[in-house]
């Protein structure tokens, strides 16, 4: 009888569903996975984004660091190293991937049996932090337009759906495969501990959640609402500036600014207006009945997927009532000069390391210096002297040439 065939479990989504809070423990907890028969393929989370970014044909070298090119490559290299019974892959980014792309992916997994595990959340939580995404990634538009674009189309053409249309993806990616193959885990409610979300992950990928280690946790806050609108602005500002997307505008705009700096910051939760709320909840019941009738292997409760909470329609759909601009620009003013602050701080604490640094550069160089001096006037001792310098060094007592050492003279 052959062996059986190992599995690999494919979690490629929905972006803003805990994703990061699970891969940080995941990836903090690899030794522990490996001894309940789960390898995470590659050296990092990296690895299986730059996988992704090759899957989806996304790889520019303008904007991507060269590490990233022939991730799909590398991480078929990775897979050949896999010697338990399970495999796990974890990357959001590579949800929308098209048919043909998916294809091209399941192609380098032929050796395996394929589970697709998809994380789902409530739209009125989903949308609002979707646009915070955007706004990481240099996106300049206000959030009422942003709304407009994506619950205002019929059809559903809008590039989000790609990803937040759960039962689409799970469509896409479970073409091939059958239903319980498709594993639907849903996002508990707000106030739920986060350990719930582990638990229902853990328990499609065979693995006990309280072997795991959630101290490497690493959260994805959203921004409260008036850093998100100061992010935005930001981005205007900046206009062709930090053009280099690594070392330019993640680095600074995302990485320090937005994720150091302002997420830190306490403020209102950005919310969705209710003037969407009959749209969201029916987008959200289509999707629902969608699963369902699948028939795809639900982790959970489907009725988390229930957009509960929204916001006051404070300012009226294609109206700006002076009143509300201005309380508008006060919260992000408010926003601004605390970041100014923060930063002023972190620029200062830079500057005394920078200084520090520097102090102890120039007395490395000093001590060079005095060193290369002294090796300058051995260098300038005649060579009919060199060999009595040990027996001179001795009778006067000089430090560093011992009278049984062998000098021999520098050529």
Known sequence: MSAARPEIYLHVGAPKTGTTFLQSVLWGSRKQLCQ???????RGSGQH???????REMYDEKTHAP???????????????????RALFSMEIIAPATPEQIDRFYAVLADFDIHVIITARDL?????????????????????????????????????????????VARRWGASLTPDRVHIVTVPPPGAPKSVLLERFCSVIGVDPASVDTDAAQPNSSLSAPQAELMRRVNVALGERLKDRQDGYNQLAKGYLAKEVLSSQPGP??????????????????????????????VGDLADMEPTVFGDDTVPAGAVRRRDLDANNATVAAAGVQAIGAMLQQRYDDLAVIADL????????????????????????PARLVGRLPRMGAAAGVRGLPATSAVTHPR
């Open 49 to 55: 984004a730059h996988a992704a970014l090759d899957v």
């Open 269 to 298: 939760g950005l919310v969705l207006p209710v003037r969407y709320a009959d749209r969201c909840r029916e987008l959200s019941t289509r999707m629902v009945e969608q699963i369902r009738t699948a028939g795809y292997h639900v």
């Open 124 to 168: 009125a939580r989903q949308i609002p932090s979707t646009w915070q995404q955007h706004l990481q990634r240099r996106v300049q538009r206000r959030y009422d337009a942003y709304l407009a674009t994506v619950f205002d189309d019929p059809g559903l053409d809008c590039h989000v759906w790609r990803s937040q249309d759960i039962a689409e």
């Open 358 to 381: 520097k102090q102890r550069l120039a007395d490395n160089s000093s001590r060079a210096s005095r060193q290369r001096r002294r090796i300058g006037a051995v260098r300038r001792i």
């Open 36 to 42: 309940q028969g789960v390898t995470l393929p590659g």
């Open 67 to 85: 590490r990233a090119h022939g991730g799909l490559d590398r991480f078929a290299e990775a897979l050949a190293d896999v010697r338990t019974p």
